[in-house]
């Protein structure tokens, strides 16, 4: 049976130490191909390019043989995705999986993260799709606690499939290995950012704004991504792109919408 | 009792003439203050800017009477909600409208969408939000045809209230008005785009790629979006921001995540 064949994408770019260390973790559950954004690409969502033409580019081949083939795309990390399944990869790949991301794409922040963006693209695709992210936005954070946690998810995945329309969101604690207790499957937290614009004047005399915020929970819950982050476990939130809210189909029946 | 608030957003920028419909309508129904994106942010998903500083800009006043309040912003579409909510609008609003979108947003296309990531932005903020599409990639496309029926949808919203973690998803068809047959609530029809990159050779001799696809309907259900819109009729999809698939948790709690 030949190896798997490991789609690796990730939202900070190319170089990102992150990245790095999901290849060295894939490598050895299969065979490996890149297709990564040149620059960053954080809290772009699921943008896709349409104005702008796209750029890839062959990079050396990596790994302990030379042999794991990657690209950088100009685009964001959808576009990566759609590249790699259209134009790079030669058949269809086993698995997508994105990240490491450097910080947390627990709870709302999966509506804003590039990562997650890119696994749910290969997920409306067809393809099982995983987002790994650590708590930690240090650049040089340190990614080995998590290679057993992720080589085990994946290897599960493989084996008994992500059911169709799911992805999985997995964020791992800042924490060192032996602290970490487990994984949970757990549910996306109910929080939101409280926006603070941090207003400044310009060398020439123009006001401009930096986005800055602090999170806000709003769930007490004890099945949620943010509670089991919270009391040391890595939480996996199986997530879709069908966002229907069938609940709420009813009450609006009921609104008298004829003109 | 005053007049609701309303705010006014889209993702084809502040000169959009499905901007400029919008406006109007909403004039009959409430305050409006708009703070669009000073360029087209088609495709954008839910970005936000995080690298880069925002600039605001106000508008002179329009409307009948020059008193519709108007911001441009130099962010995306969530960025548009987020300013406006934090620093331009006096007080909470009423309802958030974002459109009207030229060209689609039914279906998987819900995902890419600036104009829902704008209203989805306001719905996490707990704001009660909609958004709308004429299925009309024209820039002078007759957004007349939608003016009973957007007034009605909004009128309804405001008096019956949307369902806290719910937005709506509003697509007209492309038809004349009295060939417009009505409104159906409706889940998201499952779909995706099949790719097909433009490969080209720049001047300097460098390939590079359009992003180009077909839709690819995956769904024969008739309590569709799609099949509503093909059908003469308004979709309403109430759509979700909590992206749990609930039903995969027990599949995947079943994996043996043991390290």
Chains 1, 2 share one sequence.
């Not at 064949?5 to 060295?24: E, W, Y």
């Not at 997995?170 to 950012?193: F, M, Y």
Request: aromatic share 8%; proline share 4%.
């Amino acid at each position: 049976m030949s190896k798997p064949l490991i789609l690796v994408t990730n939202d900070d770019g190319i170089t990102a130490p992150g990245l790095r260390s999901l290849i060295q973790f894939m490598s050895a559950l299969g065979e490996v191909v890149v297709v990564a954004p040149d620059s960053p690409q954080s809290g772009k969502g699921h943008a896709i390019t349409l104005d702008t033409a796209l750029y890839v580019k062959k990079m050396k081949g990596t790994g302990s043989n030379g042999k794991v083939l990657e690209y950088s795309c100009s685009g964001t990390p959808a576009d990566c995705v759609k590249m790699g399944l259209q134009e790079l990869l030669d058949r269809k790949p086993d698995i997508c999986v994105s990240g490491i991301n450097h910080g947390s794409n627990s709870s709302i922040n999966v509506i804003y993260s590039g990562t997650m963006s890119a696994a749910i693209e290969a997920g409306i695709e067809g393809i099982p799709a995983i987002g790994f992210s650590l708590c930690d936005f240090s650049w040089n954070a340190d990614f080995s606690i998590a290679e057993s946690f992720i080589k085990k998810i994946v290897s599960e995945a493989l084996l008994h499939k992500i059911p169709a329309g799911v992805v999985l969101n997995v964020n791992i604690p800042k924490l060192e290995k032996k602290a970490i207790k487990g994984i949970k499957i757990c549910r996306q937290a109910r929080a939101n950012w409280k926006e603070k614009f941090d207003k400044r004047t310009n060398p020439m005399g123009k006001d401009y704004y930096w986005l800055t915020g602090t999170f806000d929970l709003l769930d007490k819950g004890e099945d949620t991504d943010e509670w089991a982050l919270a009391n040391g476990y890595i939480s996996v939130v199986p997530t879709q792109f069908d966002l229907t809210a069938h609940h709420a189909i009813q009450h609006i029946n009921n609104w008298e919408l004829n003109v």
